[in-house]
T-cell receptor, first 115, second 114 residues
Framework: DQQVKQNSPSLSVQEGRISILNCDYT??????FLWYKKYPAEGPTFLIS?????DKNEDGRFTVFLNKSAKHLSLHIVPSQPGDSAVYFCAANDAGGTSYGKLTFGQGTILTVHP | KAGVTQTPRYLIKTRGQQVTLSCSPISGHRSVSWYQQTPGQGLQFLFE???????NKGNFPGRFSGRQFSNSRSEMNVSTLELGDSALYLC?????????????FGNGTRLTVT
């Protein structure tokens, strides 16, 4: 049972354009969401997070949108740069008492930004 | 500020052996979590420690264990290694004790079981 899904295995974007990465979840108890970026041979790097009390959070070129009714979140990168080429993971956590340190990850989307 | 440090970076072990992986969290971080990453299963939660206590555990067999020391450093141990234990093992630390705090990952230990 995959509770966090990233349905697009890959995305290709031109430099300077917007990259939109999508993520769907099924567990209605999830209320904290994160995006990570991962380069080969490195661990995931935290990018941005959002709590369920918000529907948008911005940090520089990165914006995360949350649609709770649709159980959907997205990451927008504007403008995209070649250095953004990496695997992007969305992750979720819930407010339950057994959620410490336990993120549920999607399978990842490979983003390629072409110069 | 130094990030999460994991040692060793690479390990090759034989089936039936046991292995210990080490993790030093970011200074000031008291929560340490461990994850296993494989191509088939993705990133899966193993366990989490805070103040030397295991607070949370994932769905892994008892061969997987861990501990945390008073300086927040953590180790995980896998006994009686199986071929399927070949994976990237990632350690992450967090500054807060609550659930809604981002995890910061190390670069992992790549374990190969032959």
């Amino acid at each position: 049972d995959q509770q966090v899904k990233q349905n697009s295995p890959s995305l290709s974007v031109q430099e300077g354009r917007i990259s939109i990465l999508n993520c769907d979840y099924t567990n209605s108890m999830f209320d904290y969401f994160l995006w990570y970026k991962k380069y080969p041979a490195e661990g995931p790097t935290f990018l941005i997070s959002i709590s369920s009390i918000k529907d948008k959070n911005e940090d520089g070129r990165f914006t995360v949108f949350l649609n709770k009714s649709a159980k959907h979140l997205s990451l927008h990168i504007v403008p995209s740069q070649p250095g953004d080429s990496a695997v992007y993971f969305c992750a979720a956590n819930d407010a339950g008492g057994t959620s410490y340190g336990k993120l549920t990850f999607g399978q990842g989307t490979i983003l390629t930004v072409h110069p | 500020k130094a990030g999460v440090t994991q040692t060793p970076r690479y390990l090759i072990k034989t089936r039936g052996q046991q292995v210990t992986l080490s993790c030093s969290p970011i200074s000031g971080h008291r929560s340490v979590s461990w994850y296993q990453q494989t191509p088939g299963q993705g990133l899966q939660f193993l366990f989490e420690y805070f103040s030397e206590t295991q607070r949370n555990k994932g769905n892994f067999p008892g061969r997987f264990s861990g501990r945390q020391f008073s300086n927040s450093r953590s180790e995980m141990n896998v006994s009686t290694l199986e071929l399927g234990d070949s994976a990237l093992y990632l350690c992450a630390s967090s500054i807060q004790s609550s659930y809604n705090s981002p995890l910061h990952f190390g670069n992992g230990t790549r374990l190969t079981v032959t």
